[in-house]
């Protein structure tokens, strides 16, 4: 069953539980079991397609295309917490998502924790968490495309083939665009924070600027970012991994 026909059944069975009115409609998404109806739909959609777990603590509010949430979390097949968001803003594409797309416009996360561990069969754990399911046929697989995500105050946390690296403070936007069953792609764009990794606290934990992409494909990953650390003079550091 595509997902068109999945969200296409959601949409009628809500609607045939509802009185058909625009303002019991209006009425029920500024009530709590009107959010949670629209959680469990989200989380319903990510779980059909995708390898990974999405959960939601709360919806806090739903209003037309706007969602807010907190306690955000993807988790991994086994388990593993990959990404956290204290809280969530973001609209959310309703057309988009009827047409087999999760995609968010004006994102914004608060104190996010993201990381990047070994995965079990694909290289990190954040790959395997937004892994199709193996849809029979290409074009049911569900494309994502985040939007521009502005984040504040989160961290990222790297620990593969090598010591753990940790960025805190970090500040700045996020695109995440993954089309249907093609790998996924990672803009960077005016990231600030503080680095935390070997070396960094013979450099006085120093703070930095930096923008990159990432692209995540069958055949391997490719990370290319140009940074500067903040240091007297300035130090320029550039990237570029293939693996």
């Known amino acids: ?57 709360e919806v806090l509010e739903w209003d037309g295309d706007l969602v807010r949430a907190r306690d955000v979390t993807i988790r991994a097949p086994n388990g593993t917490a990959v990404i956290e ?24 996360a608060r104190d996010a924790v993201v990381r990047v561990l070994p995965g079990e069969e694909e290289r990190t754990s954040l790959e395997e968490a937004f892994a199709s399911r193996g849809a029979p046929r290409p074009h049911d697989a569900l494309a994502i495309d985040t939007g ?14 090598g010591p753990e690296v940790r960025l805190e403070d970090l500040s700045g936007f996020v695109r995440v665009v993954r089309p249907k069953d093609q790998g996924a792609r990672v803009r960077l764009d005016r990231i600030e924070g503080r680095y935390l990794g070997p070396g960094s606290r013979l450099l006085g934990e120093p703070r930095f600027d930096a923008e990159g992409r990432v692209r995540v494909r069958p055949d391997g990953t490719e990370v290319s970012v140009d940074a500067r650390i903040g240091l007297d003079p300035p130090m320029p550091v550039s990237v570029n991994v293939r693996g």
């Open 1 to 57: 069953m595509t997902v068109l026909v999945r969200l296409a059944t959601f949409a009628v069975a809500l609607a045939l539980a509802l009185p058909a009115t625009a303002s019991s409609f209006h009425s029920l998404v500024h009530t709590s079991s009107g959010r949670d109806v629209l959680r469990r739909g989200i989380e319903d959609v990510y779980a059909r397609e995708l390898r990974g777990e999405l959960a939601i603590g």
């Open 85 to 108: 968001a204290h809280e969530a803003r973001l609209g959310l594409d309703v057309a988009a998502l009827f047409a087999g797309q999760l995609h968010f416009e004006d994102v914004k």
């Open 148 to 161: 521009t995500i502005r984040v504040d105050d989160a961290t990222l946390v790297v620990a593969i083939d």
